[in-house]
């Protein structure tokens, strides 16, 4: 693999260790790392699902390039590097950014017995790229312009004093709506739905809608333009759901 792009190609092995970083997935006995499974159980079965995801995947960890300095250590030295920086992410959603990269670098490098760490660049790079896989939220750190970024989107910053959950409560805020959540006006929260549906908001409103990688522009709209953006990873959130909710309970239902 070239030093310069270390994030070249992804295996199958590695690709179930990602969704099992993210969906807690745990493959069965029967498992292998070149065949799908054939158990009806085991969430394996439901890879091939994910082809958006992955492609999205892809396209994105593709445009890593190390920050070269003093140091020949760099942040992701292959995809184990990134879904290993994602499980740690995820484990500790109390801990702020600053504390939890410093502590996860110094770790790394005391436990494969190095003297260096990585370049800050390319450790907010990393933890960057991670969140972005994670959440599906396009993100920078604190003081640090995303040249990745795609035209028109706006990343939402990544505070080294906030956690990860801290980052998502600021990125989607809880309101309420008195008309939509209020049970005694069901009727009217149904026909104000009802009303918003994309083929009428098409013929009468003439807008158009593309879609997004980027959970935190679902429903943007650009209004000079008139288009909707719709976040179209719907089975990525669906795993998600029956991740955190599980998928026996009747929640959620596979399907």
């Given at each position: 693999m070239d030093a310069t792009t270390p994030l070249g190609d992804i295996t199958d092995s590695q690709l179930k260790s990602l969704y099992a970083a993210l969906w807690n997935w745990r493959a069965c006995g029967s498992c292998t790392t070149s065949t799908s499974c054939k158990t009806s159980e085991c969430p394996t079965r439901r890879a091939d699902r994910l082809g958006p995801f992955q492609a999205f995947y892809l396209e994105t960890t593709e445009h890593y390039i190390p920050e070269f300095d003093a140091s020949t250590e760099i942040a992701l030295r292959?995809?184990?590097?990134?879904?290993?920086?994602?499980?740690?992410?995820?484990?500790?959603?109390?801990?702020?950014?600053?504390?939890?990269?410093?502590?996860?670098f110094a770790n790394r490098a005391a436990e494969e017995g190095q003297q260096e760490t990585p370049n800050q660049q390319d450790q907010r790079r990393a933890f960057n790229m991670a969140v972005r896989i994670l959440t599906m939220i396009n993100c920078s750190a604190e003081n640090q312009a995303d040249a990745l970024l795609e035209e028109g989107t706006r990343p939402i910053t990544w505070t080294n004093k906030d956690s990860l959950a801290q980052f998502i409560n600021k990125t989607f805020p809880t309101?309420?709506?008195?008309?939509?959540?209020?049970?005694?006006?069901?009727?009217?929260?149904?026909?104000?739905?009802?009303?918003?549906?994309?083929?009428?908001?098409?013929?009468?409103?003439?807008?158009?809608?593309?879609?997004?990688?980027?959970?935190?522009?679902?429903?943007?709209?650009?209004?000079?333009?008139?288009?909707?953006?719709?976040?179209?990873?719907?089975?990525?959130?669906?795993?998600?759901?029956?991740?955190?909710?599980?998928?026996?309970?009747?929640?959620?239902?596979?399907?």
């Open positions: 292959s995809h184990d590097d990134l879904i290993d920086i994602i499980r740690c992410i995820k484990q500790q959603p109390s801990m702020d950014r600053e504390i939890l990269m410093e502590t996860y309101t309420d709506h008195p008309s939509l959540n209020d049970l005694s006006q069901s009727e009217k929260a149904m026909s104000l739905k009802s009303s918003l549906e994309a083929r009428r908001l098409t013929k009468m409103a003439g807008l158009s809608f593309r879609g997004t990688d980027n959970l935190a522009n679902h429903l943007h709209m650009n209004a000079e333009r008139g288009v909707v953006e719709i976040f179209h990873h719907t089975r990525m959130l669906k795993e998600h759901l029956m991740a955190t909710q599980g998928s026996g309970d009747g929640l959620v239902q596979d399907g």
